[in-house]
């Protein structure tokens, strides 16, 4: 009886240790996804600045364009 006692105290262990690791390596994955995330945002957002004003421009020269033929149609 004492042995069965002593197999499920090790298997208790051991599944205990398995799930230990295994939200020790989520966090850390976690971590690395976090710092590429960042990474990959200061990389990217110069050009995303670029690109809202050059947008910004466009859109501002678009606005002062006329339609021909729209002073005859009040």
């Known amino acids: 009886m004492n042995v069965w006692i ?5 298997i208790a262990v051991l ?5 230990i690791v295994c939200a020790v390596a ?4 976690i971590l ?3 710092r590429t995330a960042k990474q990959a945002q200061d ?3 110069p050009i ?14 678009t606005a ?7 002073k005859n149609r009040s």
Do not use: M, N, Y
């Open 64 to 70: 002062s364009f006329q339609v021909p033929g729209s």
């Open 6 to 10: 002593l197999c499920w105290f090790v």
């Open 48 to 61: 995303v600045d670029d690109i809202a004003r050059q947008g910004r421009e466009a859109s501002a020269k």
């Open 43 to 45: 990389e990217i957002q």
């Open 32 to 34: 690395l996804l976090g």
């Open 15 to 19: 599944s205990t240790l398995v799930v």
């Open 26 to 29: 989520l966090v850390r994955h």
